[in-house]
């Protein structure tokens, strides 16, 4: 009975001990822990309770203080790592620019200041060149100039990066990265990635709504939404975490804005660059706003001057410019090439846009309120030439949405020849390509003109000429490396794909691989 008193008085002990570690907590009498471990002792001992039982109480009674204390340091911690993980992410004010984020120092150092490399069919290594043939991966010395086959896929090849010691190859059937290490085994890398860019020492991967990050370890740094995903979206190029790409003929870029607790957390934000300039208070049937409308400039008066004299609107014959006044100059481009020398380089199509200066008087009021196109032809005309252009990434990096940005025309090409097709920017030298049709014995074939643009004096030169290709059986496409430019496509009779290779100053063509998929190495005017 004695025991069972004992023990249903514990809770009543505990409630005392409380009670003194209140008072110990807020009154200065119970500053010392000596002297309340006595009194707690002492007020313990009046239960009838051993010194044993006595201890044992008091250690149980500290026991639940520590775990309480835990319990509520816990629960604090988990509702932290909550807020910092799950809940602030979803607020764009958590989010700041690199400049302005307390680990800018880190973001600086992933920045290589260049863009990311893609995968390409061929690429120079230190000691010779790498190529693709279907599903073959090609090596092809620079001393001894013998061609051997690497090592070969169950799908297609769709490009090789080379890196160091590391020969990374993209299999076009599963959108899988595979790698050749130094022992010359080959493994599957990283899976399921459809657009794959390389950049310093990390891998970056665009699979539709999705942008990661990887080590060469094959280990993922990020993983970030791209809600401005488009199925049309063409023509990436991935540098310092923006993601500049081409979109209806026009160039857009991401902006990343990084978490403040994780700066491998993003968040983007999209803008449109204008390459484009107004100069006429627009009407309601024109595009542009009142607000986008500038005084002329001096790009305006170089532009007018060639108009009138001829030089740019030499096919138009039916409108006299002095009945006209310079309205807009539209820019849009395609084909963005990777970083070189800290400029992005594309194709240009320029819109020059007159409208008649008494315009108003030559519509009715009726057809003014209710123009049609045919209307709107009458008081303008529009003149379009194709200009190779470069813009500042800099330029792009501090850029706001339609803002304009300033672009340089390297050349604008009087090429009769077909149309431009392509541009390759390697070393700060500037090729371009284009594909011409023509008629030979009653069968359509196409010609490949290859162009270099000098740097010094902005105008280009065809330096190599390639007939009989079939366009519509391979496309044709162009590679540099340091001493030769590479040519994918059909020749002649054949439907199967062949491999030539031209110097870089348009001597000495030689297939490479014929149509069988045979090495061949021989001058390309003595293969029938």
Not at 5 to 30: A, S, W
Not at 140 to 167: A, H, P, T, W, Y
Not at 175 to 189: A, H, Q, T
Not at 422 to 428: M, N, Q, S
């Amino acid at each position: 009975m004695e025991s069972r008193n004992k023990f249903m008085t514990v809770p009543t002990e505990i409630r005392e001990l409380e009670k003194i570690e209140m008072v110990r907590r807020n009154d200065k009498n119970y500053k010392l822990d000596h002297v309340v471990t006595k009194t707690q002792k002492t007020i313990l001992s009046s239960f009838g309770l051993d010194e044993y039982s006595i201890n044992k109480k008091m250690g149980d009674y500290m026991e639940i203080k520590r775990i309480k204390g835990l319990f509520i340091v816990l629960s604090v911690m988990a509702l932290i790592i909550i807020l910092i993980c799950f809940i602030l992410p979803r607020f764009d004010f958590m989010y700041v620019s690199a400049d302005k984020h307390w680990q800018k120092e880190k973001i600086a150092d992933n920045d290589t200041g260049e863009s990311g490399k893609v995968f390409k069919k061929v690429v120079q290594g230190e000691d010779g060149t790498y190529f693709v043939y279907k599903n073959k991966l090609m090596y092809m010395g620079n001393k001894d100039m013998q061609v051997r086959e690497i090592c070969s896929l169950s799908g297609e090849i769709s490009g090789v990066f080379v890196r160091d010691n590391d020969i990374f190859l993209h299999n076009y059937n599963d959108y899988s990265i595979y790698k050749i290490n130094s022992s010359g085994m080959l493994e599957k890398f990283i899976s399921n990635q459809v657009d794959i860019y390389f950049e310093g020492d990390y891998i970056y991967a665009l699979n539709g709504v999705v942008f990661e990050k990887y080590d060469f370890k094959g280990r993922r740094i990020f993983k970030n939404d791209f809600i401005y995903y488009n199925s049309f979206v063409r023509n990436y190029t991935i540098f310092d975490d923006y993601i500049f790409y081409e979109y209806d003929h026009k160039a857009n870029i991401t902006v990343p804005n990084y978490y403040l607790f994780d700066a491998n957390k993003i968040k983007y934000a999209k803008y449109e660059l204008n390459f484009s300039k107004y100069y006429l208070e627009p009407e309601e049937w024109d595009s542009y706003l009142e607000g986008e409308v500038i005084p002329y400039d001096s790009y305006a008066k170089e532009i007018d001057k060639k108009v009138r004299k001829g030089e740019i609107n030499e096919n138009i014959v039916e409108k006299d410019p002095d009945d006209y006044e310079l309205q807009s100059i539209e820019l849009s481009g395609r084909n963005f090439s990777e970083i070189s020398d800290g400029y992005i380089y594309f194709l240009g199509r320029q819109k020059i846009t007159y409208r008649d200066k008494n315009y108003k008087n030559k519509l009715e009021q009726d057809m003014y309120e209710n123009i049609k196109n045919e209307d709107i032809d009458k008081i303008k005309y529009e003149i379009e030439e194709y200009p190779i252009c470069r813009v500042k990434v800099e330029d792009i990096k501090k850029i706001s949405d339609r803002d304009f940005i300033n672009c340089e025309t390297i050349d604008v090409p009087s090429v009769n020849k077909g149309y431009i097709d392509d541009i390759i920017v390697r070393d700060g030298k500037v090729y371009f390509t284009s594909i011409e049709d023509y008629i030979k014995d009653n069968k359509e074939y196409n010609s490949l003109h290859i162009y270099f643009i000098d740097t010094e004096t902005n105008l280009s030169k065809e330096f190599y000429t390639m007939k009989g290709l079939f366009v519509d059986k391979q496309r044709i496409e162009t590679f540099v490396t340091d001493k030769y430019i590479f040519i994918y496509g059909c020749i002649d009779n054949s439907d199967n794909l062949c491999i030539s290779r031209v110097n870089q100053d348009g001597s000495n063509p030689i297939l490479v691989i014929d149509g069988n998929g045979d090495v061949v190495m021989k001058p390309l005017e003595a293969v029938e």
